[in-house]
């Protein structure tokens, strides 16, 4: 949700169960002609690119590999700027040992240019926008598609799983968004903000207006206040989208979807159903996925075993990838 980069940790630990975590060990401690071949594999970096989707100029974050054995497709959280994700892609890129292909997608004008012209997109037509990129860019590949969403990119992806044809094997939720959290007094300032119009279209002003400072000077505001435990990727990454006036309404019109479709109960029949191609990772700090829906899930859904090994009672920084690649080893 709305500008959560500032508190999360992207962390690919959930891969394993404890017991395959230890049994594991990289490829590279085994042959230097092994190591080699696979430090030419694996240490790549991601690729931006456009992509018309559906008449929506959309940006993507792409990794392509060589001989791939899966496709992971990484939903974003709101705010959806696919760059605040470059240091994690690499990272789970080099983690997966070259053997995944993995793409980022925004949210549809959560981008650099209003390509779109000041429309505004409801979380209904965000997951319609990652449907029809599916069907576009990925229905001819002839690996599995793994689902990642992060946030509300986790609802996105549950909803994406329901409608996927038999491509889509599996579907992994961090720290995920599945529904309002009435103790949380920070949910409910945002979701203030959101539901009114003006409020909504004076910050995104306000936002906007910083946007014509000198760039060094934004960095500097950026720094000191959100950032101060962001990489630079991510600082700069908000000085290219966040202050656009396009996406900051974006993501306010978008939160306010949020708010109106999550008032209702997750689908505990559908997750019941499909507990062997669901796992989640939960944050014992997060108020966006507090402990009661952690336990909320583990109830609901009969799944304590493929979420147990998932909780991290963690207080991290997003975008540090050597934090990512020390939990991933």
Known sequence: MLLRPTTRPLCFSLCFHSKARRSYRPKWLSKDMGRVELDSKAKRQADFRLCNVSSHMTELLEIRADDPKMHVLLIPGNPGVV???????????????????????????????????????????????????????????????????????SYISIDMFKRSSEKVIYCIGLYPFLALNL?????????????????SVALSLIVASLGFLPRSALRLIVTNSLAKSWSAVAVEATCSHLVQYHTMRNVLFMAMTEFRKLTATPDWAFM????????FLFGGDDHWGPLQMFEEVCDGCCMFNHICCLFMCVKAVYYFPERLQRDMC
């Open 183 to 199: 103790q949380s007094t920070e949910q409910s300032i945002v979701g203030k903000i959101a539901a009114s119009r003006v409020v």
């Open 272 to 279: 019941r159903e499909n507990k062997e191609k669901l796992a």
């Open 83 to 153: 760059t605040f994700y470059k240091d994690f892609v690499e990272s789970l890129y080099e983690f997966l040992e070259g053997d995944a292909s993995i793409t980022a997608i925004s949210h549809l004008s959560h981008t650099k240019k209003d390509w779109d012209h000041g429309r505004l997109f409801s979380l209904e037509e965000q997951t319609d926008h990652k449907m029809d990129f599916i069907k576009q860019e990925l229905e001819n590949i002839e690996v599995p598609i793994i689902l990642v969403g992060h946030s509300i990119g």
